[in-house]
Nanobody, 128 residues
Framework: QLQLVESGGGSVQPGGSLRLSCTASGATLDAYGIAWFRQAPGKGREGVSCITTSGKANYADSVKARFTISRDNTKNTIYLQMNTLRPEDTAVYYC??????????????????????WGKGTAVTVSS
């Protein structure tokens, strides 16, 4: 059974960078598309990015050109490199398995319905 654990969150000033990790256990990650979501204080969950088994990526408009998702199947880990962070990026970030992703395409879903094997999240705070 796939289990996902997020790490790498923390506090950073606006314009700074963080790299989040989503590490899998219980199954090999190369069989799964993976998605990142976030939930800001007092707001609903929103999709951030996704990556297919073949490495094709997709991003929400709000993070495009600032965030990069990647995967290292040898380490059973998905990464989310976040650059030029803004206060509005403050949220708890979650990764989940995306059973709706094909090998060539994934969709950044708005609320995560249908996603599986959610991690417990890692908190990111962007503040001066």
């Amino acid at each position: 059974q796939l289990q996902l654990v997020e790490s790498g969150g923390g506090s950073v000033q606006p314009g700074g960078s963080l790299r989040l990790s989503c590490t899998a256990s219980g199954a090999t990650l190369d069989a799964y598309g993976i998605a990142w979501f976030r939930q800001a204080p007092g707001k609903g969950r929103e999709g951030v990015s996704c990556i297919t088994t073949s490495g094709k990526a997709n991003y929400a408009d709000s993070v495009k050109a600032r965030f990069t998702i990647s995967r290292d199947n040898t380490k059973n880990t998905i990464y989310l490199q976040m650059n030029t962070l803004r206060p509005e990026d403050t949220a708890v970030y979650y990764c989940a398995a995306d059973p709706l992703a094909t090998q060539q395409r994934c969709i950044v879903w708005s609320d995560g319905a249908g996603m599986e094997s959610w991690g417990k999240g890692t908190a990111v705070t962007v503040s001066s």
